[in-house]
């Protein structure tokens, strides 16, 4: 096979052996000299290895290999016409590894083989010819198929990849553009209003200015709202899925993780507030613990979920920064709450109830 067969894939090789009962049944069944077993054994184990070893080759590396194999079934077939196996697995990659003049040309001169040894230096079975024949042409077609199925394959996971990182990057254009265009306005009003509730300050008019500091605070708001409805909008894959790759983020930190409790499941609004919050968290704890463990813990009771965070980092003192901020920001827009702790390492609590009141 290729170098892009899966892992399941290259484990199965062994069980495509099972063809090689062809070439073990005659020395079971008939009397041969210590000798020829001695030779067809040790033929077979060569040629099994040189199997495994072109099944994860890839196709244009293959030529040695599989001659090393038709070899190795012309030298045994004079002793043992169970070598009809041998010569269809070579079918097998022929079929696999060429394009269809090279690999039909080849099944061709495989069968002429089979025929030689049939009808001109005689074989120790009636029917080789005729069963080797079937054998080789039905398994090279199979081959054929199989590189076929993993050429589509490999097209569908590259597509779905192309897909993926087009769907991704059309979304940063939008996350980008909202904020561009959300953010240009509001700082523009803000450094406005700063400049005329300075101005005001100095010639003391303050009522003035505090009504322009008012407005100024109101303008933050409303700007902030809209930032977090347009961060709110990115696509992420779930709280399931999100949770695999902040474990995977704290792996390569060097952080064990354990994650315990059902994750709650909610609407998509929701879920994304949780899938953020986490994320900033989970940030946190790479940049500042120096801990080696990350708990998670999942807790619902009849109408609230709760989710604790904690590490084994040493915490002396705790400062909520913008992150920590914006943490408690999220868990207020769904109706709840989100208290730090620094007693032992470092603690998060994330409660917020199951329905905001008016959402029921």
Same mark, same amino acid.
């Given at each position: 096979?290729?170098?892009?067969?899966?892992?399941?894939?290259?484990?199965?090789?062994?069980?495509?052996?099972?063809?090689?009962?062809?070439?073990?049944?005659?020395?079971?069944?008939?009397?041969?000299?210590?000798?020829?077993?001695?030779?067809?054994?040790?033929?077979?184990?060569?040629?099994?290895?040189?199997?495994?070893?072109?099944?994860?080759?890839?196709?244009?590396?293959?030529?040695?290999?599989?001659?090393?194999?038709?070899?190795?079934?012309?030298?045994?077939?004079?002793?043992?016409?169970?070598?009809?196996?041998?010569?269809?697995?070579?079918?097998?990659?022929?079929?696999?590894?060429?394009?269809?003049?090279?690999?039909?040309?080849?099944?061709?001169?495989?069968?002429?083989?089979?025929?030689?040894?049939?009808?001109?230096?005689?074989?120790?079975?009636?029917?080789?010819?005729?069963?080797?024949?079937?054998?080789?042409?039905?398994?090279?077609?199979?081959?054929?198929?199989?590189?076929?199925?993993?050429?589509?394959?490999?097209?569908?996971?590259?597509?779905?990849?192309?897909?993926?990182?087009?769907?991704?990057?059309?979304?940063?254009?939008?996350?980008?553009?909202?904020?561009?265009?959300?953010?240009?306005?509001?700082?523009?009003?803000?450094?406005?209003?700063?400049?005329?509730?300075?101005?005001?300050?100095?010639?003391?008019?303050?009522?003035?200015?505090?009504?322009?500091?008012?407005?100024?605070?109101?303008?933050?708001?409303? *700007?902030?709202?809209?930032?977090?409805? *347009?961060?709110?909008?990115?696509?992420?894959?779930?709280?399931?899925?999100?949770?695999?790759?902040?474990?995977?983020?704290?792996?390569?930190?060097?952080?064990?993780?354990?994650?315990?409790?059902?994750?709650?499941?909610?609407?998509?609004?929701?879920?994304?507030?949780?899938?953020?919050?986490?994320?900033?968290?989970?940030?946190?704890?790479?940049?500042? *613990?120096?801990?080696?463990?990350?708990?998670?813990?999942?807790?619902?009771?009849?109408?609230?979920?709760?989710?604790?965070?904690?590490?084994?980092?040493?915490?002396?003192?705790?400062?909520?920064?913008?992150?920590?901020?914006?943490?408690?920001?999220?868990?207020?827009?769904?109706?709840?709450?989100?208290?730090? *702790?620094?007693?032992?390492?470092?603690?998060?609590?994330?409660?917020?109830?199951?329905?905001?009141?008016?959402?029921?």
């Amino acid at each position: 096979m290729t170098a892009h067969s899966t892992q399941n894939e290259r484990k199965y090789a062994w069980i495509y052996l099972f063809n090689l009962g062809f070439y073990v049944l005659p020395l079971v069944i008939f009397p041969y000299p210590l000798w020829e077993i001695a030779v067809l054994v040790v033929a077979l184990i060569v040629f099994v290895g040189l199997y495994l070893y072109c099944f994860n080759l890839q196709p244009e590396q293959m030529l040695l290999p599989i001659l090393a194999m038709y070899f190795i079934a012309v030298a045994t077939t004079p002793l043992n016409p169970g070598s009809v196996a041998l010569f269809s697995y070579v079918g097998f990659f022929v079929g696999f590894a060429y394009r269809w003049p090279i690999a039909l040309a080849s099944v061709i001169g495989l069968v002429a083989t089979l025929a030689v040894f049939q009808f001109g230096v005689g074989t120790r079975w009636d029917l080789f010819f005729h069963y080797g024949a079937v054998i080789v042409i039905t398994v090279a077609i199979f081959g054929r198929v199989e590189r076929l199925r993993q050429r589509h394959a490999e097209a569908e996971r590259k597509s779905q990849e192309e897909i993926e990182r087009l769907a991704t990057r059309v979304e940063r254009e939008r996350i980008a553009r909202d904020l561009h265009d959300i953010l240009g306005h509001t700082l523009s009003s803000i450094v406005l209003k700063s400049d005329l509730a300075q101005a005001q300050l100095a010639k003391q008019q303050y009522k003035e200015a505090k009504q322009q500091l008012a407005e100024l605070s109101e303008v933050a708001r409303d *700007s902030l709202s809209q930032v977090r409805q *347009s961060v709110s909008g990115y696509k992420h894959g779930g709280l399931t899925l999100e949770l695999t790759r902040l474990t995977q983020r704290l792996k390569d930190a060097g952080f064990e993780t354990r994650i315990t409790g059902q994750p709650p499941v909610m609407n998509t609004e929701r879920e994304t507030a949780v899938v953020l919050a986490l994320t900033e968290l989970v940030t946190n704890i790479i940049r500042h *613990s120096k801990g080696q463990l990350c708990k998670i813990h999942f807790n619902e009771s009849a109408d609230t979920y709760q989710i604790n965070i904690e590490d084994n980092g040493s915490c002396e003192q705790l400062k909520i920064g913008n992150g920590l901020q914006g943490v408690k920001l999220r868990m207020q827009t769904l109706g709840g709450t989100a208290n730090f *702790s620094a007693q032992s390492g470092c603690e998060v609590s994330l409660m917020f109830p199951k329905a905001i009141e008016g959402q029921r």
